[in-house]
């Protein structure tokens, strides 16, 4: 009676550490997609994003959790009659980039600048198969965006990408929520080059109307003057 107790306290607290993923319309074809991993002991968010396009759905970052790589597919086919054309990797940390494998399985192109694909290789992770070019626009059936590294910040290898139609910034970890109380995981960061790069994010892109972050509540768009606020009292210190 103790083992069965026991071995169902195990799977009430597996099952506590895990959560499905979640979808959420931000404007037109775009949407936020949330999955779950635990970090110091808790359960925390990563978001990632989709943009549906007329050739089909581009998906930036992978999911932080790998048991939601093939949910994620399916959820975007079933939600829109879509598939994934393209992964576009913003650093190469779990949360971001360890699903290159699994997609390019799929048979879906994966993308990434060469700092980030020297990082995973590093760590062990399949690469992407497309190497990205610091400052790279696209155009992609309806959809035109622009992929920019600004410099180093949450981590040497971050890059964001840019909508200018929808005015919308995608920054994955390099910009934390405006919820966020401290820069959270900067092992790998550069707390003093990250200023100087989210300034040039500031004056190439204007002000956005949708700013995208990596982890937390991603709705309020002050999240990149939130995030040079935090690194401001950070560097004072």
Known sequence: MKKIIFILSIFITLNSFSQELKIEKVTCNFYVYTTFNLYKGELVSANAMYVLTSEGAILFDTPWDSTQYEPLIDSIWIR?????????????????????????????????????????????????????????????????????????????????????????????????????TDLGYIKESDTKEWPKSIERIKKK?????????????????????????????FNKQ
């Not at 964001?160 to 934390?176: D, M, S």
């Open 80 to 180: 829109h009659h879509q598939k994934i054309i393209m992964v576009i990797g913003t650093h190469s940390h779990n949360d971001r980039s360890a699903g290159f494998s699994f997609f390019q399985k799929k048979g879906i192109a994966t993308y990434a600048i060469a700092l980030t694909d020297s990082f995973l290789v590093k760590d062990h992770h399949a690469p992407s198969t497309n190497i990205l070019q610091p400052d790279q626009k696209f155009n992609i059936g309806n959809e035109s965006f622009e992929v920019y590294f600004p410099g180093a910040g949450h981590t040497l290898d971050n890059i964001v990408a840019w909508f200018p139609k929808e005015k919308l910034l995608y920054g994955g970890c390099f910009i934390k929520s405006a919820e966020a």
């Open 205 to 233: 892109f204007g002000k956005p109307a949708y700013v995208i972050s990596g982890h937390d509540d991603w709705h309020d768009a002050s999240s990149l003057d939130h995030t040079l606020q935090l690194l401001t009292e």
